[in-house]
């Protein structure tokens, strides 16, 4: 049996009567995190721009942050870029990347158009979830470290699989959606730090779609697209460079959305950064620091996640949210780290600039963190006269399902971002529904929310902390 029709089996097989109930949970944080972060993304130049650019006519699926319904690919296409604008969507460790966002973005707009009740859409999303990280298994970190970027490269298949759960394709249909998309897969990290690293994410959530909309009306597609000579493997990873068997080994043992599960960014920056700011709002906030007390700050992140991040000198919004020095000036000067530090010309505050300019980073050591900690920082505040404080950080806080954010953390961010383009009475509407996301009889009624002024409240279980 090919790789593809092995797959497609196994995603078949899923299905929301066998899902244990952490699973469901999991999924309702992960749809409750995206849409909050895409509505806060939709007003971002790099999806307003596509969106111009596209000049799409009408359709069935919603743009978010707007009324106007468009086709389901554009949907895909626009709301996918601003599910990643402004880097706050969500993570996970196996994949090296954003599970969620090639993923859902995607299954909105097909539902708007195709219809689905909130557990075949569950089902769909944990299927798309556990294909794109077990994939990731097989490959990574070889392609994270080569410059593909896994949350497109990888994440195609996520989509793909989860379109062709939703449409319940059969499962030589779903192999071949598969096979298509690894002709789509695509996006390189020189982009990071600009408007394509969210429009990977754009172009990721269409080509899974369309993937699984060429398979249902009966595309061809290679069998062997994965491990052919000239193959998705051989062409991204090279020989040696990836372990097919690894993808199969834990399929759904446990379920990756259960564990390690999904990782809730804090601050709508890189997550590479994220534990060296945790690192310096504790001792910002510990020790009451006031930027002129201090005479330099080093940090020490993975040798991986530095490669994208030490950016002393940001020129742009994007480029700010890969630079660890600009965020960690913003932590130590304000005790936050928020959206509007990454509007206008915020990177340009000469207060900024100056703390940066006393930030030093480089890669942590065996002799800091173990061999197989890739999330942990080190930051060391020397104050002047000399003397030194210091705070590790394993990983940040709501990385893995084990060190969860809470309930009211969770609710706070997702209405942080919606009410910046929708009213409160439908933020509130809006949140309602998803809470009850498992009972919908179509999740239509989640665009309905958006675009209502009022909206019923459904029966449903709660997003648990």
């Known amino acids: 049996m090919t790789i593809a029709h092995e797959l497609a089996r196994r995603i078949n ?78 993570c996970n460790n196996t994949l090296g990347g954003h599970p969620s966002a090639p993923i859902l973005p995607a299954l909105f707009a097909l539902a708007d158009e195709v219809g689905a009740s909130g557990r075949d859409f569950i089902a769909a999303y944990v299927a798309g979830f556990e294909t794109e990280c077990k994939i990731s298994m097989g490959v990574n970190f070889y392609q994270y470290t080569r410059g593909w970027h896994p949350t497109t490269t990888i994440g195609v298949f996520g989509a793909a699989a989860a379109c062709a759960h939703l449409l319940r394709l059969s499962e030589d249909q779903t192999a071949t959606a598969l096979a298509i998309a690894a002709s789509l897969a695509a996006g390189v990290k020189s982009n990071f730090g600009t408007m394509v690293k969210p429009l990977h994410v754009g172009h990721c959530a269409r080509s899974g779609l369309l993937a699984a909309l060429l398979a249902k009306n009966d595309y061809t597609a290679s069998p062997v697209a994965f491990e052919h000579k000239q193959g998705y493997f051989e062409v991204f990873n090279g020989a040696g460079n990836y372990d097919a068997a690894k993808i199969f080994a834990t399929w759904a043992a446990p379920l990756d959305i259960v564990r390690p599960g999904i990782a809730i960014k804090q601050y709508p920056c ?196």
């Open 13 to 90: 097989a899923l299905r929301y009567d066998n899902l244990p109930p952490e699973a469901v949970h999991w999924a309702k944080v992960g749809i409750l995190d995206t849409i909050g972060v895409t509505l806060a993304g939709s007003s971002d130049p790099s999806a307003t721009l596509l969106a111009t650019a596209l000049a799409s006519g009408a359709g069935a699926s919603l743009v978010y942050g707007t009324a106007k319904r468009i086709a389901p690919l554009d949907a895909a296409l626009v709301n996918g870029t601003a599910s990643h604008a402004l880097d706050f969507d969500d």
């Open 270 to 465: 890189c997550g590479s950064t994220h534990p060296a700011i945790d690192a310096m709002l504790q001792l910002a906030r510990s020790h009451d620091l006031k930027a002129d007390a201090v005479e330099r700050v080093d940090s020490w992140t993975h040798k991986r996640r530095l490669e994208h991040t030490n950016r002393p000198d940001p020129q742009s919004q994007k480029d700010a949210k890969f630079s660890v020095q600009y965020v960690l000036s913003r932590a130590l000067l304000e005790r936050k780290v928020t959206i509007e530090h990454f509007e206008g010309e915020a990177f340009r505050d000469a207060d900024v600039r100056k703390v940066m300019s006393r930030v030093h980073v480089a890669p942590y050591t065996t002799a800091q963190f173990p061999e197989d900690n890739h999330f942990a920082a080190e930051v060391k505040v020397t104050l002047r006269g000399g003397s030194t404080l210091t705070a590790k950080v394993d990983q940040p806080a709501g990385r893995t399902s084990d060190n969860p954010l809470s309930r009211d953390e969770l609710k706070s961010k997702f209405d942080n971002c919606a009410v910046r383009v929708l009213p409160a009475a439908r933020v509130r509407a809006l949140y309602e529904t998803i809470d009850g996301f498992e009972a919908l009889a179509d999740v239509r009624a989640v665009s309905a929310a958006m675009t209502e002024a009022a909206a019923s409240k459904p029966a449903g279980g709660k997003v648990r902390a």
